[in-house]
């Protein structure tokens, strides 16, 4: 194969009490379907509330698997719980081996790699960091053979939350603790990543668009199919819309595009919270 198209969504939030953002995913789904990529990749919070509501994941799957090419999952927040922080657990549901089961259960695989025009593509569930659970060091003693294992192949890699916002050392803070990668892990990861050839680094979490390089990586992440979150919530960083992201990559690089899909919407997440009345 010398030229394989992906494409990335993120944070779908997929559940039956919002009609809004299934609407939205539906818009998406045609979009794929109309350019019918070798492969589509979900970088979590594929379900609104996968920890409390198991028929979230079972919705979610549903849309995802009547998708006319093959899917791939990362878990989010939203999915199996969030990580700790210096400043506390990041949410009243942190992420267990309970919660990841469920959605293993569902989706197949929390993480996983595979190869395609040259690249090894490497998923990562960015959730367990910082847990202490032994998925944890399971996962880290996996990724450090997937990376030897990629003799001197460009890198992708895919999870749910960004490796920092400019630089590795960037000060973990209270407010933001939660958006990023925790220390002590970011900077263990970030020194691993730096002595291979990832090339690319992809999430999703945030809700804003952004694509940056930082040394020799580029940075892309990927907005919510779903919903913006409005500025009284949350400071803008990238850019606030809806959309999804287009790749293909050949054995001597990779292009981007940011898209958006035909009629989808920009909701806001005050307007989801409308519809729960």
Same mark, same amino acid.
């Given at each position: ?16 009490n ?19 990529p070798?492969l ?33 999952y990362?878990?989010g ?61 399971e ?11 990629a003799?001197?192949?460009p ?6 939350k960004p490796?920092f916002?400019n630089?590795? !050392?960037?000060? &973990? ?5 939660? =958006? @990023?990668? $925790?220390?002590?892990?970011r900077? %263990?990861? *970030?020194?691993?990543?730096s ?19 930082y ?20 400071d803008?960083? !990238?850019?606030? &819309? ?5 790749? =293909? @990559?050949? $054995?001597?690089?990779?292009?981007? %595009?940011? *898209?958006?899909?035909?009629g ?11 519809e729960?009345?």
């Amino acid at each position: 194969m010398t030229e394989f198209r992906l494409t990335q969504i993120s944070d779908t939030h997929l559940t039956r009490n919002f009609a809004k953002l299934t609407d939205n995913f539906r818009r998406v789904s045609e979009h794929i379907d109309a350019h019918r990529p070798d492969l589509v990749i979900n970088t979590g919070d594929v379900s609104w509330d996968g920890p409390t509501a198991r028929a979230d994941l079972e919705f979610a799957l549903e849309l995802h698997a009547a998708l006319p090419v093959d899917c791939r999952y990362l878990p989010g927040n939203h999915d199996i719980g969030d990580n700790p922080t210096a400043f506390g657990v990041g949410s009243p549901c942190p992420a267990t081996e309970k919660f990841r089961g469920a959605f293993i259960s569902v989706f197949g695989d929390d993480r996983w790699q595979f190869e395609a025009a040259n690249w090894r593509f490497i998923g990562l569930n960015s959730l367990i960091m910082n847990t202490g659970i032994p998925s944890e060091e399971e996962q880290e003693d996996w990724l450090m053979s997937q990376l030897e294992g990629a003799n001197g192949k460009p890198v992708a890699l895919f999870l749910h939350k960004p490796l920092f916002l400019n630089a590795p !050392g960037d000060p &973990e803070e209270a407010a933001t603790a939660i =958006r @990023f990668v $925790p220390q002590p892990n970011r900077a %263990r990861l *970030a020194t691993l990543l730096s002595a291979y050839s990832v090339r690319l680094i992809a999430c999703g979490h945030v809700h804003q668009r952004r694509d940056f390089t930082y040394s020799h990586t580029r940075h892309i992440w990927a907005p919510s199919v779903g919903f913006i979150v409005p500025d009284h919530r949350q400071d803008v960083i !990238g850019i606030k &819309e809806t959309g999804l992201v287009e790749y =293909r @990559f050949r $054995p001597d690089g990779f292009e981007v %595009r940011h *898209a958006r899909a035909p009629g989808q919407l920009n909701i806001s997440l005050d307007d989801v919270f409308a519809e729960r009345g």
